[in-house]
């Protein structure tokens, strides 16, 4: 896609995990950008959040406070062919949000 005008980047898509969610935690939180700040305790050692921002860590964006017209996931199901096939059908200058994780490729949606 990078010779069809897309741009790369370093980027992250900070999101929970059920051990973070049931810790009532974020991990979009660690960027200041989210505009949470604290700390969380756990067996005595406080380990703190929103103190910097994407740039300390070297990434250049993080997709959840990109704006885009567009998303397709593969936890909805879809495998990486539907949505290479999706992708093939936006218009030049849609943004477009793309969530995979292909360790569960080839493996049952839950």
Not at 23 to 39: C, D, Q, V
Not at 82 to 100: A, H, S, V
Request: hydrophobic share 30%.
């Amino acid at each position: 896609m990078q010779g069809q005008g897309a741009k790369t980047g370093t980027g992250s898509a900070a999101h929970g995990d059920g051990t973070t969610i049931g810790r009532k935690l974020n991990e979009m939180w660690i960027y200041s950008e989210f505009g949470k700040k604290g700390a969380y305790v756990l067996n005595g050692t406080s380990y703190p959040y929103g103190e910097y921002k994407t740039v300390d860590f070297g990434v250049d964006y993080e997709a959840y406070l990109l704006k885009y017209t567009s998303n397709i996931a593969d936890i909805d199901g879809k495998s990486p062919d539907e949505m290479i096939k999706f992708l093939n059908t936006l218009n030049p200058g849609t943004r477009c949000g793309l969530l995979i994780h292909p360790e569960h490729w080839g493996k049952p949606v839950k």
